[in-house]
């Protein structure tokens, strides 16, 4: 993952300094390079209006830049950049140029009284791109990833190299990863089939039958004490409901660790 996007401006200062530390620490051990997004709206072009545009950039990237200046950069190049018009357009087309590995969101604000996990822009990144996203809980601080919890409903994995993060994530951090494989009203015998891929990086393997993906999620996260979970955007299933509505609820889901959601395994 040597290429990490960030969108900052989402969150409040807080949180989102904590974000960006956090990305910068993680893309230290993974040797990548972080690029710090923050859109602006450019004006139509018409007469003097182009030089208008220029300094709209500019101010943006002065504005990622004070973001930045507290933050301890650990000699990872961090690049400052702005983008124009809207964060879910802007971010598939930068990729299309410069491959981006890996997305890092934070989830909203550990207010209780705010009843949303992920908001509007953040919900309709994770539901609609096809890069992985790691989603990270308000001011959560980076520490080494050693046990992952790997959630799924199927042993099948068909998209290419939907596995690569997860890989790179437990070569780097020596780490190990438990499955669970969560047996739904939906659960098909051949779900039992489990890819080679996916076997060679399992550690262990339990079951358990529960009306949904997260459910079986949060019944095991005390017993597994993970530092990450794992899960796949998949078409069907849980993730297809959970984000029929672009923002998620504390309601529906919420974590206190790092959540990664590997591209669609379908």
Known sequence: MKNILVPVGLSESSVTTALLQYTIDLAKELGGKVYAVQVFKELPRAGSLPEVNKTLKDITATDIEEKLESLDRKGVEVVALPLEGDLLESIPKFNLEHAIDLIVLGSETGDFKDPYFLGETSGSLVKKTEIPVLIIPPSYSFSSIKNVLM??????????????????ILSTFDAEIKLLQVKTAEYLPE?????????????????SENATLFQGVLEHLNESHPDLIAVFRRKRGFFAKLWEENTVLKKDFESRVPLLVLRGAD
Do not use: M, T
Request: proline residues 3%.
């Open 151 to 168: 959630a799924v409903k199927s042993g099948i994995v068909k998209k290419k190299n939907a596995l690569a993060p997860i890989k790179e």
């Open 191 to 207: 779900d039992s089939e489990f890819q080679n891929d996916l076997g060679e990086i399992v550690s262990s393997y339990k079951s």
